[in-house]
């Protein structure tokens, strides 16, 4: 059995088993390794991906969920040479510790902009809740994201 989903724009088949959670077919067959594994329960947000305009715990998604669905991982924002403008502001505010959790923080971010692109404070902070930072650089995050929201002029 195959499923079929857009994945970063393009269509694209998965033939991993459809109980599979959507981070393993990301890394495994889709060779994505941008979505982390953290905690493998919901609880921690390194896997966070964007499904169908949703920020979605791809650790707990399974594959079967996502026929003909729309999925955007981090890899779709930007490359290394030319980041993505929630990408470029993260680089800016340098909200990147040891870096583990921000291809979750930034689809979570990316999912609250591209719904609400001029976020008030109390939006960014209910928005990120469920995504952790250990290296306690949720400030710089914070940061990133009014300076991305306001188009770099914060």
């Known amino acids: 059995m195959t499923t079929s989903l857009t994945l970063n724009g393009r ?4 033939s991993s088993d459809p109980d599979t ?11 994505l390794n941008g979505a982390k594994f953290g905690c493998g329960m919901g609880q921690c947000g390194a896997c966070t ?7 979605v715990f791809s650790c707990l998604a399974p594959l079967a ?9 981090v890899e ?9 403008p929630l990408q470029a502001a ?6 990147a510790q040891c870096g ?4 979750g923080m930034l689809m979570r971010a990316q999912a609250l902009l591209d719904r609400v692109p001029n976020p008030t404070d109390q939006q ?6 469920p995504n952790l930072c250990r290296c306690g650089t949720h400030t710089r995050i914070f940061a990133a994201i009014k300076d991305a929201a306001s188009g770099g002029k914060a």
Do not use: W
């Not at 993260?90 to 909200?95: E, L, V």
């Not at 583990?100 to 291809?103: D, E, G, K, S, W």
């Open 76 to 84: 779709g924002l930007g490359t290394a040479a030319a980041p993505g």
């Open 49 to 55: 991906v964007i499904v169908d305009g949703e920020a």
């Open 100 to 103: 583990y959790c921000i291809a």
């Open 124 to 129: 960014i902070r209910e928005h990120m809740e």
């Open 90 to 95: 993260f680089i800016r505010h340098q909200a």
């Open 11 to 14: 269509a694209t088949r998965f």
């Open 21 to 31: 959670p959507l981070l393993y077919v990301l890394r495994n067959e889709g060779k």
């Open 65 to 73: 969920t996502l026929e003909g669905r729309s999925v955007r991982t």
